[in-house]
């Protein structure tokens, strides 16, 4: 299993980007997506997830309301639209696949397939 996120970049204020992560190796229809991020000498944080059969999604509270998750099942790929972004979503996004037939996992443990990470850098 392969997952390649792209989309980072720098932007400033209240800007928007959207992250993709693209996988390869099976079918994701028994597992959950996640997006996590990991800012400069803080921890890895959960971001948000998506159960890829049910299409359920969830969001830590940072970010609810302005980020939001879809998938495109004829690319295989999972999407992390991010609006109104603030200095603090400053980081590098992680996206990370997990078998999970209901639901998803905020835990970063549960996931077993990470992608490589690219940068967001949010200037003020």
């Known amino acids: 299993v392969q997952l390649q996120a792209s989309g980072g970049g720098l932007v400033q204020a209240g800007d928007s980007l959207r992250l993709s992560c693209a996988a390869s190796?099976?079918?994701?229809?028994?597992?959950?997506m996640g997006w996590f991020r990991q800012a400069p000498g803080k921890e890895r944080e959960f971001v948000g997830a998506m159960n890829w059969s049910f299409g359920s999604t969830y969001y830590a509270d940072a970010v609810k309301g302005r980020f939001t998750m879809s998938r495109d099942n004829t690319k295989n790929s999972v999407y992390l639209q991010m609006n109104s972004l603030k200095p603090e979503d400053t980081a590098v996004y992680y996206c990370?696949?997990?078998?999970?037939?209901?639901?998803?996992?905020?835990?970063?443990?549960?996931?077993?397939?990470w992608g490589q990470g690219t940068q967001v850098t949010v200037s003020s």
């Open positions: 990370a696949a997990g078998m999970m037939v209901y639901g998803a996992s905020v835990d970063g443990a549960s996931y077993l397939y």
């Open positions: 190796g099976r079918t994701f229809s028994r597992f959950a």
